[in-house]
């Protein structure tokens, strides 16, 4: 199993480490401490991800809905912000 920093998600997610206490904090996102250090499994994060995602997702993991045209850019900054999320993750396991 994996772990990031919260500082890790902050940039992921690029949010504030505050808002990723308060994710935390309210059980959103699972922890493990070690002394007091907190670190954050990957699977959590990922279903984090996963539930607040919206749309389905076709068999390539690209985001796919019966949206009109005026959603496709919306999509499109979507999918790309999934891909960039999956090389950090990947970063920060070392796979590259």
Sequence with gaps: MQYVTM?????MLSVSLSTV?????SGELRTLKVR?????PEESLKAYVERNTTGE????GVIN?????TDEATKRRLNQEVRAF?????????EY
């Design 65 to 69: 809905d019966n949206a009109d045209e």
């Design 57 to 60: 997702e076709d068999d390539l």
């Design 7 to 11: 500082k890790n998600v902050a940039e």
């Design 36 to 40: 007091r250090s907190v670190r954050i």
């Design 86 to 94: 999956e090389r950090e993750l990947r970063l920060l396991r070392g």
């Design 21 to 25: 206490r308060r994710l935390v904090d």
